[in-house]
């Protein structure tokens, strides 16, 4: 992302020529940017057997995916639709992980057959994975009683948390898994997503590598908890090679307490793709009430939910008119028929933000969409999901066809 003649360029391109090419609204990814995130996630961590698993809920484009795949990374999967996804982009299944959330025996039996290792939540989850698949291996998932995240409904660990057996039941998970003679390989938690404050990530860890060595036969601990990237002005990135360098410790004192070296895995969440992505609307109405100066534009919550839903900030910039001194108050709208389709909100409701000045006509381009953008967007209202374009140095290409008509039906 870069400004030159007073207009946004993502990558070699300017936002104004991708919607010229490709419509509006658009989301777009900078190829660059998802390559450097992992490696920098990667670089930090000295310790030698770790492994990164990609949230795939954040993004599953296929091409995001193969983009992924050929990093070395791995996939986190939460449903039987990510496994197929993964491997059809060419993840192999050892490097697949199922965390089911309430699964299905259909899910289980998905698992089983494509050889999947799964991650049980629950001691009746594991009743019904038993019957499935006895003599086998799995991995458990424990609630560490430590909870974080950017908001309260992203938070999956502690008391209020639906996800993971609690930390204090582990005599219960050995009963469970010695009936039906499964043996668990792999331990995993996940505490929250969007998470700047490492210390309740640190302090996670504890939980966890405290409850690990309850298992003997353990290959590697699986540590959750999504890391955040800044949203607001205000909010820094997170000192990734202090990070780093406090799970290698924390970790390597570990395994050599334990008496062997484990696999490291990590699920960063967001933290890969979310900078990466952008997504583009025109300006197409402006208006005001006693209250508020509106501006509408062609996308909605439709496309980009986490505002509406979470309240969450995203910075939105005036790609047509970056650098002027001449500023307004305005709240950004949405084309959906929803009173809450809003994108310059908080928790509490509709804000105004400080733009530069706007017509209509000018391209938003509204930031940090590239995780949990796409991937949870809808056809309410029956309007059209948008394209996904790809783009590296002065090349966008198409990663996803917008819809069509026909494809409603």
């Known amino acids: 992302m870069k400004t030159i003649n007073n207009k946004l360029f993502l990558c070699d391109v300017s936002a104004e020529e991708l919607i010229k090419k490709f419509g509006s609204p658009l989301y777009v990814y900078e190829e660059d940017k998802i390559i450097e995130q992992y490696n920098k996630l990667k670089n930090a961590i000295k310790y030698p057997k770790t492994k990164i698993y990609y949230a795939a809920k954040a993004n599953t484009n296929i091409e995001i995916l193969k983009l992924l795949n050929n990093q070395g990374c791995c996939i986190d999967a939460v449903s039987p639709e990510e496994i197929f996804l993964s491997k059809y982009a060419g993840f192999e299944t050892k490097n697949i992980?199922?965390?089911?959330?309430?699964?299905?025996?259909?899910?289980?039996?998905?698992?089983?057959?494509?050889?999947?290792?799964?991650?049980?939540?629950?001691?009746?989850?594991?009743?019904?994975?038993?019957?499935?698949?006895?003599?086998?291996?799995?991995?458990?998932?424990?609630?560490?009683?430590?909870?974080?995240?950017?908001?309260?409904?992203?938070?999956?660990?502690?008391?209020?948390?639906?996800?993971?057996?609690?930390?204090?039941?582990?005599?219960?998970?050995?009963?469970?898994?010695?009936?039906?003679?499964?043996?668990?390989?792999g331990i995993h938690q996940h505490i929250g997503s969007g998470i700047l404050d490492t210390s309740k990530f640190l302090l996670a860890m504890d939980v966890l590598l405290s409850a690990a060595k309850?298992?003997?036969?353990?290959?590697?601990?699986?540590?959750?908890?999504?890391?955040?990237?800044?949203?607001?002005?205000?909010?820094?990135?997170?000192?990734?090679?202090?990070?780093?360098?406090?799970?290698?410790?924390?970790?390597?004192?570990?395994?050599?307490?334990?008496?062997?070296?484990?696999?490291?895995?990590?699920?960063?969440?967001?933290?890969?793709?979310?900078?990466?992505?952008?997504?583009?609307?025109?300006?197409?109405?402006?208006?005001?009430?006693?209250?508020?100066?509106?501006?509408?534009?062609?996308?909605?919550?439709?496309h980009l939910i986490r505002p509406a839903m979470y309240g969450c900030y995203h910075?939105?910039?005036?790609?047509?008119?970056?650098?002027?001194?001449?500023?307004?108050?305005?709240?950004?709208?949405?084309?959906?028929?929803?009173?809450?389709?809003?994108?310059?909100?908080?928790?509490?409701?509709?804000?105004?933000?400080?733009?530069?000045k706007t017509q209509i006509g000018d391209i938003f381009a509204i930031l940090n969409a590239g995780a949990y953008g796409f991937s949870m967007a809808s056809n309410y209202n029956s309007r059209r999901l948008p394209a996904e374009i790809l783009v590296k140095n002065s090349n966008p290409r198409i990663i996803r066809k917008r819809q069509t008509f026909e494809d409603l039906i």
Do not use: W
């Not at 089983?112 to 019957?131: F, R």
């Not at 084309?335 to 733009?355: A, H, K, P, Y």
């Open 97 to 185: 992980l199922f965390t089911g959330n309430n699964a299905t025996p259909e899910d289980f039996k998905y698992c089983i057959k494509n050889n999947i290792l799964v991650n049980i939540g629950s001691i009746a989850q594991i009743e019904i994975y038993g019957k499935l698949n006895p003599n086998s291996k799995i991995s458990i998932r424990i609630n560490p009683d430590v909870g974080a995240g950017h908001h309260d409904h992203c938070i999956t660990g502690g008391p209020n948390s639906k996800f993971g057996i609690y930390f204090d039941k582990i005599s219960e998970i050995k009963k469970a898994v010695e009936k039906y003679n499964l043996k668990i390989i």
């Open 214 to 302: 309850e298992f003997d036969d353990l290959e590697f601990i699986d540590f959750g908890g999504g890391i955040g990237v800044p949203y607001r002005p205000e909010e820094k990135q997170l000192a990734i090679k202090e990070f780093g360098k406090a799970i290698t410790e924390k970790f390597s004192n570990f395994c050599q307490n334990y008496g062997k070296e484990l696999y490291l895995y990590l699920e960063p969440g967001r933290f890969i793709v979310a900078e990466a992505g952008f997504l583009l609307a025109r300006i197409v109405n402006k208006k005001s009430t006693p209250k508020h100066n509106f501006v509408g534009i062609d996308t909605g919550f439709n």
């Open 315 to 356: 910075s939105i910039l005036n790609a047509s008119n970056m650098n002027t001194k001449e500023k307004e108050k305005l709240v950004v709208a949405g084309n959906v028929c929803e009173s809450g389709d809003v994108f310059t909100q908080n928790e509490d409701g509709i804000e105004d933000r400080v733009l530069p």
